[in-house]
């Protein structure tokens, strides 16, 4: 019977798959998605040329787009896309809290170690952009069209740029660093030999 951690892993069986790396790009899709509608909706408020040339784009899909059809559109598919960032954070935020306790159980709660430092920045700006979108979701609620305010927009520039640098940063992890990579096979006990050698030479170092 696999342990819980085992489970959030993904070691089940002969499977080792890691299952973070896919419960990710959803929650990054929406969340990147509405801060960047929110962005243009509130942009598009305060411009009449932006609104104007949003407008004629929008009459590309359909005839009957209007200036306030356009406005409230953009708000409410940002507001929407916030919504369901939001709930498809939850399994990436437990999947990655196991891959984090894996790592540390490896490697110590070392920040110079390099894996460990990344990690950590990576899950910090992931949990502030999501704090963050809630915060636009309740402060949002009950506006007429779910508008965003000054406030709100500076949120989801914060937003967009947290969540795509700690994407950056959770693609190093898997193609830099090799983290969640190698559970099983010839893979693993390459990795794992590797293990071995550096405890072996941490241990010769003291």
Same mark, same amino acid.
């Given at each position: 019977?696999?342990?819980?951690?085992?489970?959030?892993?993904?070691?089940?069986?002969?499977?080792?798959?890691?299952?973070?790396?896919?419960?990710?790009?959803?929650?990054?899709?929406?969340?990147?998605?509405?801060?960047?509608?929110?962005?243009?909706?509130?942009?598009?408020?305060?411009?009449?040329? *932006?609104? &104007?040339?949003?407008?004629?784009?929008?009459? /590309? =899909? #359909?005839?009957?787009?209007?200036?306030?059809?356009? %406005?409230?559109?953009?708000? *409410?598919? &940002?507001?929407?896309?916030?919504?369901?960032? /939001? =709930? #498809?954070?939850?399994?990436?935020?437990?999947?990655? %809290?196991?891959?984090?306790?894996?790592?540390?159980?490896?490697?110590?709660?070392?920040?110079?170690?390099?894996?460990?430092?990344?990690?950590?920045?990576?899950?910090?700006?992931?949990?502030?952009?999501?704090?963050?979108?809630?915060?636009?979701?309740?402060?949002?609620?009950?506006?007429?069209?779910?508008?965003?305010?000054?406030?709100?927009?500076?949120?989801?520039?914060?937003?967009?740029?947290?969540?795509?640098?700690?994407?950056?940063?959770?693609?190093?992890?898997?193609?830099?660093?090799?983290?969640?990579?190698?559970?099983?096979?010839?893979?693993?006990?390459?990795?794992?030999?590797?293990?071995?050698?550096?405890?072996?030479?941490?241990?010769?170092?003291?």
């Amino acid at each position: 019977m696999p342990s819980i951690v085992d489970i959030g892993l993904g070691k089940v069986g002969s499977n080792s798959h890691p299952i973070h790396p896919s419960t990710v790009h959803l929650p990054i899709a929406f969340l990147l998605a509405g801060s960047g509608l929110d962005i243009l909706s509130y942009f598009t408020t305060h411009s009449a040329f *932006l609104l &104007s040339t949003v407008t004629s784009l929008s009459s /590309i =899909f #359909t005839r009957n787009a209007t200036p306030i059809g356009v %406005l409230y559109h953009l708000s *409410l598919f &940002s507001y929407a896309s916030t919504i369901a960032g /939001i =709930f #498809t954070s939850f399994p990436a935020i437990t999947s990655g %809290l196991f891959e984090f306790y894996d790592l540390v159980q490896t490697h110590g709660l070392d920040f110079s170690n390099q894996k460990i430092k990344i990690t950590s920045i990576h899950a910090a700006l992931n949990d502030v952009a999501l704090f963050g979108a809630v915060y636009n979701v309740i402060s949002r609620y009950g506006r007429e069209a779910w508008i965003s305010n000054g406030k709100n927009t500076l949120v989801s520039m914060a937003l967009f740029g947290g969540m795509g640098y700690a994407a950056f940063l959770g693609g190093g992890l898997v193609y830099t660093h090799g983290v969640g990579v190698q559970r099983m096979g010839k893979g693993k006990e390459e990795k794992e030999a590797g293990r071995v050698k550096e405890i072996a030479e941490a241990k010769k170092e003291l």
